[in-house]
């Protein structure tokens, strides 16, 4: 293990910077916005034994409702009321709070499936932006609501996206696929088949698999599920180091490109999703071929042709981190202990800014980089992938990006 002090005292800087900068964020989202946040409190809170930082963790989830009182209506998982509702179901499920979700969150919820509609009619799928994410929220409420009548209600919410994912889908010789547009700011947009598990089949594929765990979706999910992943596995190509392309252009002449190494896009979420799938399936050999995509990318650690430009869970360090730890939590492989002990030293050794947020700063393409506080690109994710590696307990706070 890394030097415990160094992480720790790496932890003690996040927790200061987030307790004075967390009013920072205009969002209440999970993954960009307060509620992610108060995930590092609470899960900080867990690993000192020390209440106090639940106590924060308390007051930012006060000021989240009370900003939808004052008329918040931003709705995404992302950075939504969607995300927000999902952190109260996690922090109640993992007995980190106590409320009765039954009675706080139903008022919200005709406002989001109204929104999840809206985007599935209109082919907008994505999990971090759109329909799904949507779909991740009430699977969420579906699995841990007490009421019989607000389940009925949710699992008809599922059904209708799942139905609404067959109606978009395209089906070709190799299994089904969704497109989707990119460089959505040109004047010509380009429409591609995304492969990535922040915006496309990726996604799904992980979706369908966790609905699939539930009987009450087995039937409808089946064909979709299945027949997503014999699409996805039809699209290995080695292009340098990568086995997949971030996207397949729908115009075959168009040339695929190496896809970085990170959560967002690449190599992992696609086989984080076809393991995910193995698990629901019982398919001992999809099982292989994921691993084996999995194993692949922990040759890959240099960290420009990686495409690691910061720290931060989506796309940095930290986020490979937290992906080799989770998987091998599962599979107890060797290598994938040793690729997660080598991003997190890497992940440290990048907190070099001296105006950064515990030394980190986010880097976004073509802009300078900035201080940020979410869980998704920021020191808040940063801290919970630490914790997630120093604690004794297995924190579940990763489920949030669909990589566990």
């Known amino acids: 293990m890394l030097q415990k002090i160094d992480l720790e005292k790496k932890l003690e800087e996040i927790e200061k910077v987030l307790e004075q900068k967390y009013l920072e964020d205009s969002h209440l989202g999970v993954l960009a916005g307060l509620s992610g946040i108060s995930l590092f409190f609470f899960y900080y809170a867990k690993y000192k034994q020390d209440n106090r930082p639940a106590e924060i963790g308390s007051s930012i989830l006060e000021e989240s409702l009370s900003r939808i009182s004052e008329g918040y209506t931003f709705s995404t998982y992302c ?77 008809s919410y599922i059904q209708e996206l799942i139905n609404g994912l067959k109606k978009i889908s395209e089906e070709d010789e190799h299994g089904i696929k969704w497109s989707s547009e990119i460089n959505k700011t040109e004047i010509k947009p380009k429409t591609v088949y995304n492969l990535s598990l ?69 190599d992992l979420g696609v086989g984080m999703s076809l393991y995910k799938a193995s698990q629901v399936l019982k398919d001992s050999n999809l099982k292989e071929h994921a691993i084996r995509i999995l194993l692949h990318t922990t040759n890959r650690k240099e960290l420009k042709s990686c495409g690691i430009v910061d720290a931060s869970p989506c796309h940095g360090a930290f986020g490979l981190a937290q992906i080799y730890g ?79």
């Open 79 to 155: 950075s939504g009321i969607a995300g927000l509702g999902w952190v109260f179901e996690h922090l109640s499920e993992n007995d980190l709070i106590d409320v009765d979700n039954d009675q706080l969150l139903p008022d919200l919820e005709d406002y989001l499936y109204i929104k999840m509609t809206q985007d599935i009619n209109a082919c907008h799928y994505d999990f971090l932006h759109g329909a799904i994410g949507y779909g991740l929220y009430f699977l969420k409420r579906f699995k841990n609501t007490q009421s019989p009548d607000l389940k009925k209600k949710y699992q």
């Open 198 to 266: 922040s915006h496309g089949i990726s996604s799904i594929t992980n979706f369908l698999a966790r609905a699939y765990e539930f009987p009450e979706f087995r039937q409808q999910s089946l064909p979709l599920l299945k027949g997503s992943v014999s699409y996805i596995l039809a699209q290995e190509k080695v292009i340098g180091q990568s086995l997949y392309p971030s996207v397949v252009p729908k115009d075959s002449e168009d040339e695929q490109t190496q896809a970085r190494l990170s959560w967002c896009y690449g």
């Open 326 to 404: 989770t998987v091998f939590n599962q599979t107890q492989i060797k290598e994938f202990k040793s690729a997660c002990d080598y991003w997190m030293a890497a992940g440290l050794n990048l907190a070099i800014y001296e105006d950064g947020y515990a030394g980190y700063k986010q880097h976004k393409h073509n802009q300078p980089r900035t201080n940020e506080v979410s869980l998704l690109e920021g020191i808040a994710g940063i801290g919970l992938c630490i914790i997630s590696y120093l604690s004794d307990f297995e924190p579940n706070w990763e489920e949030s990006l669909m990589i566990k």
